[in-house]
Structure formats: structure tokens, C-alpha cells
């Protein structure tokens, strides 16, 4: 957990000075699954199923200012037994859920150089394109997810999936049903 949030941190830092910086107010949160009225903290999406993305998925995840709004309450209250409220975070835009043992975070990041190590293993079928990070212990999976490319050509928007169980168990299937349910959210 902490060597995939040091990795985020330094790619966000390479990037801030290209990123704009949130407008929305860093107290605006709501608990993990609640969604707010589209087009306060998302635009609508014109569509698109399947597993591409595309314009309009990019468009969408750059209009969120939460990311908790996003985050499949369901799902995470079976990851993390007892957790604490979501946290949301500004730089990067993500949201922690955690019990002081199980983590799940999701983060944004609008354009990113993100590309997958050689030895990653590719799973199609989750937006433009997506790997699982090689060199974590199965119980702490990171999973990059492209979207698409940013509209100002800056980069790949790319959302990042960390499901941290530490109990010896592989998470990856976890995480990738975690990253479905956001980009879900998004269409």
C-alpha cells in the first residue's frame, strides 16, 4: 500500500503543474455509494457500453469533484468490514475507505504517462485498457484503468484501483470489480 501510494504521489507531482486544480470545496463529501444529482459532481455521459471509453467517459471523470460519490458501498462494506467514513483527497483526486487493517482507494488522474509494465497482466474489456501492477503481494493488488485520452492531449485519463486486504488473499478480482463499478457510475 504505501509503495503504490508513493508511485501515485510521484506521478501526480510530474503532472501538477499541467493539472487544473478543483474548484469544488475539499469538505463536500458524501459516504462511499451515495451519488449526488448528475451534473453536480459528474456530467452526463453520451453513452457507451462495452468496454471502451472514449471521449465521453474522460469528459465525465473529469467533471467529478468527489470520487467518494463513486465508490460502490455494496462492494466496499464487504472489503473493509467497519470502515471509517470515505475520505476524499484533492491531489489526487481519489477517496480511502479503511478499517486500520483493509484499505480500498480509488484516484483520478485527468493525464498520466501510465503505461503498463511489460510483465503487467492485461485485462480487456475495462475501458480503453487496463493491467494489474506486477510486484505487489496478491493481498494489495493496483490496478491502472486508461479511459481515454485526455481532450487536451496531455495524456491517458486514468483511474487507479488499490484494494489492500492484508490477509493473504488475491484481491485483483476485487479491485477490477471495483474499477467496473466507478467507471459504471461515469456512463
Request: glycine share 12%; aromatic share 4%; charged share 15%.
Amino acid at each position: 500500500m504505501k509503495r503504490a501510494s508513493l508511485v501515485l504521489a510521484v506521478a501526480v507531482l510530474a503532472v501538477a503543474c499541467q493539472s487544473t486544480p478543483s474548484s469544488q470545496p475539499p469538505d463536500q463529501s458524501q459516504a462511499a455509494g451515495q451519488s449526488q444529482a448528475q451534473g453536480a459532481s459528474q456530467a452526463p455521459s453520451a453513452g457507451g457500453g462495452g468496454g471502451g471509453g472514449g471521449a465521453s467517459l474522460v469528459e465525465a471523470a473529469n467533471a467529478v469533484t468527489d470520487w467518494c460519490t463513486l465508490m460502490p458501498a455494496d462492494l466496499v462494506a464487504e472489503l473493509v468490514p467497519g470502515a471509517s467514513e470515505p475520505v476524499s483527497g484533492e491531489f489526487p483526486l481519489s477517496c480511502t475507505v479503511s478499517n486500520e487493517v483493509q484499505v480500498v482507494q480509488v484516484s483520478y488522474q485527468g493525464s498520466s504517462g501510465a503505461e503498463p509494465d511489460p510483465a503487467a497482466t492485461l485485462l480487456p474489456g475495462i475501458a480503453e485498457s487496463a493491467w494489474l501492477a506486477v510486484g505487489y503481494p496478491t493481498d494489495d493488488p493496483f490496478l491502472t484503468v486508461i479511459l481515454g485520452r485526455d481532450p487536451n492531449g496531455l495524456g491517458n485519463s486514468t483511474l487507479y484501483v488499490e484494494v489492500a486486504g492484508h490477509d493473504g488473499i488475491d484481491h485483483g478480482d476485487d479491485a477490477i470489480a471495483v474499477a467496473r463499478a466507478v467507471i459504471a457510475q461515469l456512463r
